[in-house]
């Protein structure tokens, strides 16, 4: 069973603040890794995708991977109230077609 | 933009009837997926498809079926609609080849009274 952990939070920092999600993963066969954002009441939407060992920026968001740990994470720097939502991994393994969800971390960025 | 269109943001159902949810994408994607999503169980993928005609059940397919004729359009039907089937729906689709994301539409709240 391929599965991806997260901490389900909730997670809170102060405006301003650096917030750090993290996720790991079982299969060690994953290549493509990618971070949602889901506010309440909508659809997940994509926000950043990370594909191999080191850190990606992009804007306030950077992901960092470590398929060596098996761990991905995404730091939120100069958070605002405004990323307040939950934050859900995902995992791509090899030939798959289907990415495997974390069960997502809520954080809140307080004013 | 990927653009992947649910037809209903909210809908109301009665138990035993049957229920149709329509996804469309217009990205040409491959590949197309159902979810449901419950509060404190996350995302679990219901079937998924990756090409027209075929299909792959997913983690929980029990009492649903999927339809999908066209590659654009990914149908999901409950045959006896149960209470314990009132959930929000999520459609998503993607390309097939790694590295590719999925794109979700909008979501459907289904209640099923």
């Known amino acids: 069973q391929k599965e991806v952990e997260q901490n389900s939070g909730p997670l809170s920092v102060p405006e301003g603040a650096i917030a750090s999600l993290n996720c790991t993963y079982s299969d060690r066969v994953s290549q493509s890794f990618f971070w949602y954002r889901q506010y309440s009441g909508k659809s997940p939407e994509l926000i950043m995708s990370i594909y191999s060992n080191g850190d990606k920026e992009d804007g306030r968001f950077t992901a960092q991977l470590n398929k060596a740990s098996q761990y991905v994470s995404l730091l939120i720097r100069d958070s605002q109230p405004s990323d307040s939502a939950t934050y859900l991994c995902?995992?791509?393994?090899?030939?798959?077609?289907?990415?495997?969800f974390g069960s997502g971390t809520q954080l809140t960025v307080l004013p | 933009d990927v653009k992947v269109t649910q037809s209903s943001r909210y809908l109301v159902k009665r138990t035993g009837e049957k229920v149709f949810l329509e996804c469309v994408q217009d990205m040409d994607h491959e590949n197309m997926f159902w979810y449901r999503q419950d509060p404190g169980l996350g995302l679990r993928l219901i079937y998924f498809?990756?090409?027209?005609?075929?299909?792959e059940k997913g983690d929980i397919p029990e009492g649903y079926s999927v339809s999908r004729e066209k590659k654009e359009r990914f149908s999901l039907i409950l045959e006896s609609a149960s209470t314990n089937q009132t959930s929000m729906y999520l459609c998503?689709?993607?390309?097939?080849?790694?590295?590719?994301?999925?794109?979700f539409g909008d979501g459907t709240r289904l209640s099923i009274l």
């Open positions: 995902a995992v791509k393994s090899g030939s798959a077609r289907q990415l495997t």
């Open positions: 498809s990756y090409d027209v005609k075929m299909k």
């Open positions: 998503a689709s993607s390309f097939s080849g790694s590295g590719q994301p999925q794109h």
